[in-house]
């Protein structure tokens, strides 16, 4: 009996495997662009333009490392906009930090504010009806990445086993534009955790605020995406609903008014974002060499491996002379990767890098594939540095989190090379997902994001790993006076380690 299921699902895969474009759902909708930007038709036009006149040729940038803020960037720049909205990523959760959202670009799209949503459909699982009310408005239109034609169930569970090569790429690009003036693109999905007003764990995370004409290379790669054939108009998979859309609003503006909703308002109100950036209340860099990169929409098909972004970062991480910082949540740098860092430490380049430790990783998979590099980089020179699960006072979230994990996803080389987007320092990243982010080469946003390293790599937030005289692995604990040395992945249970030793063995380090 076991013998003929693994055939079955052999034939599928096999099937899957021949058949997989054959089998998804097929592009259908009408093409479109950004809408061109005006001197002064909109607000943000007419709060932007003055801005770019003082820095003629240059591009606006500054880094959003706190949620509420990164949260405030998103919800003032949405209120302003007059023109339009593209709004990319890999999960928009139905919580509250996205139904907030998705209640300002609802009243967007009222005022007349044209709104296309590219969501990656694996995170859109059991959400089809927000969604497609949403996309009832006639100002919105929803889009998806490489769908699932059977939306639930068993036929479902089915298509997954059948497409399996397929459903496996998916897009993990984070980007929102507003009126092809502002830009904010990184490393934040759209959800609580990431804006820190999770009761659970929350993510340390990273997005670039942009203006200026850096702006158009976010649109044009959300053009790219938005008329691919990897996408696919969510109503051609569904039947919109326009009554559910005023059963939302009205659940929406309920959860609005209540004491958790205004509690995480009023934080965000302090923070203010993108407001403070526009009347000159808070520091923009004004950068000339800036530029926001994607992989193709369809990275799977392309033999041209040129084109992909990880391209571009490897080399980028190879001209480090004096030093290279990285930061990664999942950082599983395979052979190539190891052996380029190892061979920039022999050449004297400080290289470090922060990761989750065991007990921060969401994916202990993840973790086990890390840990078989640990060793040899720490034996050729290389800082290792892993973000405690739970960060000492100071560190909680909004209400009362104590769990911390890292998602940022940057790195800093010779104190003026960087990048910060969505790309993690892994296979997955590198060959599976398309990925985005910001590359630059400036001095002050260098100097920002080395500031971040050293907040993250702070003994308060994550332990240092070393070997001891022997070879082993120690974690140093320096929060402690004096400084502990532990001899276990620290803070993570038996059972968590059991697993991740476990995961260590299985072959499944390009699926990482």
């Not at 520091?283 to 033999?303: F, G, M, N, Q, S």
């Not at 276990?488 to 499944?508: G, N, Q």
Request: hydrophobic content about 45%.
């Amino acid at each position: 009996m076991l013998v003929a299921i693994i055939l079955i699902l052999l034939v599928l895969v096999v099937a899957g495997a021949i058949l997989a474009d054959r089998l998804a759902p097929k592009a259908s909708g009408e093409p479109s662009r950004t809408l061109p930007i005006q001197p002064d038709a909109t607000p943000l036009d007419r709060a932007v333009a003055p801005l770019l006149a003082a820095h003629p040729d240059l591009s606006g940038a500054v880094m959003l490392n706190d949620g509420p803020t990164a949260f405030a960037s998103r919800a003032l720049c949405t209120r302003d906009a007059g023109r339009s909205l593209d709004l990319q990523y890999y999960m928009w959760h139905d919580d509250l930090c996205g139904r907030l959202l998705a209640r300002e670009v609802a009243r967007a799209a009222d005022r007349g504010v044209r709104v296309r949503m590219l969501l990656d459909d694996m995170n859109a699982y059991g959400l089809d009806q927000q969604m497609l009310a949403l996309d009832a408005h006639p100002n919105i239109e929803i889009r998806v990445y490489n769908p699932f034609r059977n939306r639930s169930g068993l036929w479902r569970l089915l298509e997954t086993v059948v497409r399996a090569l397929r459903i496996n790429h998916r897009m993990h690009n984070k980007s929102w534009i507003a009126d092809g003036r502002i830009a904010i693109v990184g490393g934040r999905n759209i959800g609580e955790e990431y804006f820190n007003a999770a009761s659970g764990t929350n993510f340390r995370d990273l997005d670039v605020l942009l203006m200026g004409p850096v702006v158009a290379d976010a649109e044009g790669i959300f053009d790219r995406y938005w008329n691919s054939d990897t996408v696919v108009p969510l109503k051609a998979l569904g039947n919109q609903d326009p009554e559910r859309m005023r059963q939302l609003r009205d659940d929406v503006r309920g959860e609005s008014t209540s004491d958790r909703a205004r509690e995480y308002l009023a934080q965000v109100e302090s923070a203010r974002g993108v407001e403070a950036f526009l009347k000159g209340q808070r520091h923009l860099a004004w950068v000339d060499k800036i530029e926001v990169v994607a992989d193709p929409p369809a990275k799977w098909r392309r033999d041209d491996r040129g084109e992909w972004l990880v391209r571009r970062l490897v080399d980028a991480i190879g001209t480090a002379t004096t030093r290279a910082w990285l930061i990664s949540p999942y950082f599983v740098p395979g052979k190539h990767g190891t052996r380029q860092l190892l061979d920039l430490a022999r050449k004297g380049v400080d290289v470090r890098v922060v990761t989750n430790s065991l007990a921060a990783n969401d994916v202990p998979a993840v973790h086990a594939g890390y840990a078989r590099y640990r060793k040899p980089l720490l034996e050729g020179g290389v800082k290792l540095y892993e973000l405690r699960a739970q960060g000492h006072p100071g560190s909680a979230g909004l209400f009362g989190s104590s769990g911390a994990s890292l998602h940022t996803k940057a790195f800093v080389i010779d104190g003026h090379d960087g990048f910060i987007g969505s790309f993690n320092l892994d296979m997955r990243s590198a060959t599976l997902n398309t990925e985005m982010g910001v590359l630059f080469d400036d001095a002050e946003l260098g100097k920002s994001l080395e500031d971040e390293f050293r907040r993250l790599a702070d003994p308060a937030l994550s332990y240092t790993v070393r070997l001891d005289a022997n070879g082993k692995l120690r974690w140093e604990d320096a929060v402690r006076q004096p400084p502990a040395i532990l001899e276990r992945e620290p803070d993570a249970t038996l059972a968590r380690r059991v697993i991740a030793k476990v995961l260590r063995w299985l072959p499944i380090e390009t699926q990482l």
